[in-house]
């Protein structure tokens, strides 16, 4: 079963953090990419943060870097999203996704996707998504 159920939203006062969970089916985490998504009413959906599970390589977009810090427990396949000094304008519905791609692409080129964010599109797997809303 292709899945991922998100948890960990909230209000939360600027300033604040939050933990924000994606459990994902072995399927999906075995895609060895995993993003987090942000979009807030009238913006475009915005890659927040990726993780390589296979080596945890990491990438952030500019607007999180040294805020957000994106983690996984494989044992749970779980990827997780610490957010720290939270501002009004990280406010947004946030769901992870699975970057799917042929069984036939090298692990390689995979990772090299994922590294610079992922290679995200319509054949990707979705959440449902968890709301985060950071007052002034």
């Known amino acids: 079963q292709e899945k991922l159920v998100e948890s960990g939203g909230g209000s939360v006062a600027a300033g604040g953090s939050r933990r924000l969970s994606c459990t994902a089916s072995?399927?999906?985490?075995?895609?060895?990419?995993l993003g987090w998504f942000r979009q807030a009413p009238g913006k475009e959906r915005e890659v927040v943060a990726s993780?390589?599970?296979?080596?945890?390589?990491?990438w952030y977009n500019d607007s999180v870097k040294g805020r957000f810090i994106i983690s996984r427990d494989s044992s749970k396949h779980t990827i997780y999203l610490s957010m720290n000094d939270l501002q009004p304008e990280d406010s947004a519905m946030y769901t992870c996704?699975?970057?799917?791609?042929?069984?036939?692409?090298?692990?390689?080129?995979?990772?090299?996707?994922?590294?610079?964010?992922?290679?995200?599109?319509?054949?990707?797997?979705w959440g449902q998504g968890t709301q985060v809303s950071v007052s002034e």
């Open positions: 996704a699975a970057d799917v791609h042929p069984t036939t692409m090298p692990s390689s080129v995979v990772r090299t996707y994922c590294v610079f964010g992922g290679s995200w599109d319509s054949g990707d797997v």
């Open positions: 072995a399927s999906m985490y075995d895609k060895n990419c």
């Open positions: 993780i390589y599970t296979v080596d945890d390589t990491q």
